[in-house]
């Protein structure tokens, strides 16, 4: 009875991460805690488990360390899991995942193709929505206070485009959610193609592949773009060097594909506004948040400097980089109006702002976590259609050289429900292995 309850909470849990943060980590909570009175639990001693371990101790020992620096202040603990130590729940959708029996991973499979079919659906719609698709929704049950429409692009012919953001609130939470989908659909495609299935398979295939790639470019965040092409680029890596399944004739339909879709691309940069205004950041054209980056880059690097064990601490960033940046400024005060009008939420860096935030202990052990996601695809023997799944787990990393994703809930409760599929699958298969060796 439990397991159907833990099941049924863990599907809504992955599903509303489509739909909103709220109701996604509170099936998340339900789906842990019913997870917690299964009879019978999975070992949690696989590689990535233990570097979560190690990840999130080092973080509530620096939580610990200046709390202690602050005379024990309880005003210092609150800050911190206010901030960056909020999240740390979120790891429970990576442990939720691992109670799913052998016989509910198709099950699963399903879930997470649902909720990326609602990711690309809710996408495409909101291209010709002015006002929000979120606010449609919220409008019917209270009054928010929050900007209700989209950003207008331009118009295609006599239709409006928008920048679609889907049911989230920014574009960037919908890229980083949309990376995360994007290698699912470009190697479902080449599966169904793989396997010969029939026409209207390959078909459906093709059109989520265009919708998804549409909704895509719109949304034009690049960190997102860079995270999928690196996620893409890995996974066929994988099929040509280490599965061997693609042949010269395969690589030679996959680039004729690919150069018609860029010509589809130059037609509409050509005749349209709403696609030159999308195209021509990823090709050079500045968007006024460039440069921003490079000067909170800069305000960042003393506090690394100067705090390389412990780091600033949690809930500590806002107020360290006002006084890092007003340092800098005085020592670069042609380059005053710069450091003042810069976004300073966070460092656009997770690796800058986990290193400043924990310490140097903390970035080393988020490469480790990167280093093992690497290993776990690349020699876990695990099926093709799960790593075609979580391939957008490597490009995560990538990502984030260029935005703060590790600090997006919504983003990040994703990154631990398909970093604990994948975890599942090896843990299996290496069951598996091993069983085969003693037989």
């Not at 889907?166 to 919908?174: A, K, S």
């Not at 773009?225 to 893409?232: D, F, P, Q």
């Not at 090709?283 to 440069?291: A, C, L, P, R, V």
């Not at 480790?368 to 790593?387: E, H, W």
Request: aromatic share 18%; with cysteine.
């Amino acid at each position: 009875m439990f397991y159907r309850i833990y099941r049924f909470f863990l599907a809504l849990s992955i599903i509303s991460c489509a739909l909103s943060v709220s109701l996604s980590q509170l099936f998340l909570l339900l789906s842990f805690v019913f997870f917690l009175l299964l009879p019978e639990k999975p070992k949690l001693t696989s590689p990535l488990i233990k570097i979560l371990f190690l990840f999130y101790l080092w973080q509530i020992v620096t939580v610990l360390y200046h709390f202690s620096a602050s005379g024990f202040d309880i005003i210092s603990i609150k800050h911190a899991f206010r901030d960056e130590m909020k999240d740390i729940f979120l790891v429970a959708a990576f442990i939720s995942v691992q109670g799913i029996k052998p016989a509910d991973r198709k099950y699963l499979y399903k879930t997470f193709f649902i909720f990326a079919l609602v990711i690309v659906i809710t996408g495409f719609i909101s291209i010709f929505s002015m006002t929000r698709l979120s606010r449609l929704i919220s409008d019917l049950y209270k009054t928010s206070a929050s900007w209700p429409y989209q950003h207008h692009y331009g118009k295609i012919s006599n239709i409006n485009i928008y920048l679609p953001i889907g049911l989230m609130n920014t574009h960037l939470t919908f890229g980083g959610l949309l990376a995360f989908i994007f290698p699912g659909f470009v190697f479902r495609l080449y599966d169904s193609w793989y396997k010969k299935e029939s026409f209207s398979k390959i078909s459906m295939s093709a059109i989520l592949l265009l919708l998804v790639s549409v909704v895509f470019l719109f949304n034009n965040a690049r960190s997102s773009l860079l995270g999928a092409l690196v996620s893409t680029i890995f996974g066929i890596y994988i099929l040509v060097f280490i599965d061997k399944d693609i042949s010269k004739k395969m690589l030679k339909r996959i680039g004729i594909f690919s150069l018609l879709f860029l010509v589809v691309v130059f037609t509409g940069y050509k005749t349209t506004s709403a696609v030159k205004r999308v195209v021509d950041p990823l090709f050079g054209g500045e968007k006024h948040t460039d440069s921003g980056r490079t000067f909170i880059w800069d305000s960042t690097f003393p506090l690394i400097e100067k705090n390389p064990i412990f780091g600033i601490g949690s809930g500590n960033y806002q107020k360290e980089i006002e006084i890092s940046r007003k340092e800098r400024e005085k020592e670069n005060k042609e380059l005053s109006f710069f450091y003042e009008v810069t976004q300073r939420g966070h460092a656009h860096n997770d690796y800058f702002h986990l290193t400043a935030v924990f310490g140097r202990p903390q970035g080393i052990l988020y490469l480790l976590l990167f280093g093992t996601i690497l290993y776990t695809l690349l020699n876990g023997n695990i099926p093709k259609k799960i790593r075609f799944m979580t391939y957008g787990l490597v490009g995560f990393f990538f990502s984030g050289l260029l935005q703060c994703y590790f600090q997006d809930d919504e983003v990040l409760i994703v990154f631990y429900f398909l970093l604990g599929y994948l975890n599942l699958y090896a843990e299996s298969e290496k069951k598996t292995t091993e069983l085969k060796i003693e037989g």
